[in-house]
């Protein structure tokens, strides 16, 4: 490859973090006008290697080339530029703020006094030139998901980004989203720019990239191949080391008592603004229930009502023979119930607390974990060696802060909490999100096991892949209602997508 034909090329990049070598001595670099996918598990330095490129992260040897000129990057300012722009999973957005806006918070120029009708203008003219639909009036809180993202994509374009990096950039769309971002994708390239695609999801790795790099325990097992006529099987097993199961291996629910029923769930969002309105639904012993809808339309709400978190202003909701409300003793309840949140850092452990410590979370005022006053220290580590080896957590040894673990192994970690009491009821929230195929396995395989051993578990997830392969029924939640139950054998997965765009299907 000549030096024309490369965006950007990184040779012999080293990186390291206390006690991790995060990249080896990484080789990487992309062509102008490619998709270039980078693969690898949880913590194979995928982010670090970007963060570098993007400049957040100075490495500890290394050179970075951009059209074959050597360069130092000290900050992202650095990197855009030359040209190489990052848009993260988690929109960088202020939701007051229009489009237009946005598009120009943080820029040097102009200095003093800001032209907005004229920016406007400008952003009008480039999402036109990439085939995207964007009013740059519109505040961003009244967009949707895709469209905030666009917004996202045209902020780096117009700091002149050449190198678009982009973390996992389906991971909140519907369908028809995605195809959109696909075709606005293949319109970037086509016009000179080059993309790094990061994402846990094959399907779409094989559809839309042209050649794929992928890492593993910070070093490069596949460097620039074709994606033309790769497999899935062929990526993950480069990803993870070996053979990885996509299909879920399930038998036929069979359905027992109901084990949870909400009736007429209503309850206000952060902003006091309506976010659940008068949902009702029954879960049944040995089932899955899974939630579909685009992030936003209630699903965390209706979580935290489940789970305590928040107070619903009306209707009901009973688990078995108890009311979920505020008067509930939620310390007896959450013996039978298990929760896996949505932030598994931030609520689902305790980062600055061992392995040990975290998995003794519900269980450190019981017998055999209690002694009296105190915790009988030799319990502790006996449970938590079982439960590492029970459920394949990876750990230097159980005493390690879970802050040290991959996010595939910290998720084990609270699974083996949650599910080692056999919970009657399961709320798993996004129970795989940014997890690698290797980890997404793992966790599908516990889910599974739960509700064959008679747990009720309500999935919520906004991977319809994911919902469709474990769930036995889907509810579809569009604007803090479901407008749409169906079983998720034979459904159709253009339908669903449609209805959680809020577009009522029939049949």
């Known amino acids: 490859m000549s030096e024309s034909q ?21 080789d990487f670099s992309c062509r ?28 500890e040897a290394g050179e970075i080339f951009v059209g074959g000129q050597k360069v130092s990057f000290h900050s992202p300012q650095d990197a855009i530029a030359h040209g190489i722009g990052m848009v993260h999973q988690h929109f960088m957005l202020v939701p007051s703020h229009s489009v237009a806006e946005n598009i120009v918070l943080g820029l040097n120029h102009p200095r003093f006094f800001l032209n907005l009708s004229q920016v406007e203008e400008q952003v009008v003219a480039l999402a036109e030139q990439y085939n995207m639909n964007v009013n740059p009036r519109a505040r961003i809180w009244e967009l949707s998901v895709g469209e905030q ?34 075709h606005t994708l293949r319109d970037m390239t086509r016009q000179g720019h080059t993309i790094v695609f990061i994402s846990h999801k094959l399907d779409e790795v094989v559809a839309i990239a042209d050649r794929v790099t992928v890492l593993r325990r910070g070093k490069v097992t596949a460097a620039g191949e ?61 089932e899955i229930l899974g939630v579909a809808g685009v992030a ?16 619903m202003t009306s209707g009901t909701a009973k688990f078995g023979n108890d009311l979920l409300d505020p008067s509930t003793k939620w310390q007896e309840i959450g013996q039978r119930l298990a929760h896996i949140p949505e932030d ?58 879970v802050r040290m673990l991959s996010g595939g192994n910290l998720q084990k970690t609270i699974l083996a909490r949650e599910t080692s009491g056999h919970p009657g009821l399961m709320i798993a929230v996004h129970p795989t999100r940014g997890l690698d195929v290797g980890a997404t396995e793992s966790v599908h395989k516990i889910l599974i096991d739960q509700r064959d051993a008679g747990a009720a578990i309500l999935l919520i997830s906004e991977d319809l892949d994911e919902l469709l392969s474990l769930s036995d029924r889907l509810a579809v939640m569009y604007e803090g209602q479901i407008i749409g139950e169906m079983p998720t054998e034979g459904a159709d997965i253009q339908k669903i997508g449609l209805m959680m765009a809020g577009t009522k299907v029939e049949g």
Do not use: C
């Open 32 to 59: 102008v006008g490619e998709v270039h996918a980078l693969l690898g598990e949880n913590g194979a330095g995928k982010s670090t290697l970007m963060n570098v490129l993007g400049g957040l992260y100075m490495p």
């Open 226 to 286: 074709s994606a033309k006529g790769a497999t899935k099987a062929q990526l993950a097993k480069l990803m993870v080391g070996r053979e990885v199961l996509f299909r879920v291996v399930k038998k036929k629910a069979q359905p027992g008592d109901v084990v949870l029923s909400a009736n007429g769930l209503t309850t206000n969002n952060d902003r006091s603004l309506p976010a659940l309105r008068n949902v009702s639904f029954q879960l049944h012993a040995g």
């Open 296 to 311: 936003g339309n209630g699903q965390r709400e209706l979580a935290e009502i489940l789970t305590g978190l928040r107070r």
């Open 6 to 26: 490369k965006a950007f090329e990184m040779r012999g990049i080293v990186k390291r973090f206390p006690g991790v070598l995060a990249n080896d001595h990484v």
């Open 344 to 401: 598994r850092a931030a609520f689902g452990s305790v980062p600055s607390l061992s392995v040990a410590e975290n998995l003794i979370l519900k269980s450190f005022n019981r017998v055999p974990i209690a002694a009296g006053w105190s915790i009988n220290s030799t319990e502790v580590h006996q449970n938590a060696v079982r439960l590492v080896d029970e459920y394949q957590v990876v750990t230097p040894t159980v005493e390690t802060p």
């Open 149 to 182: 993202q666009r917004v996202e994509v045209l902020k780096m374009l117009f700091r002149g980004a050449k190198v678009l990096i982009m973390d996992e950039p389906t991971a909140v769309l519907t369908p028809q989203e995605v195809d959109s971002l696909f």
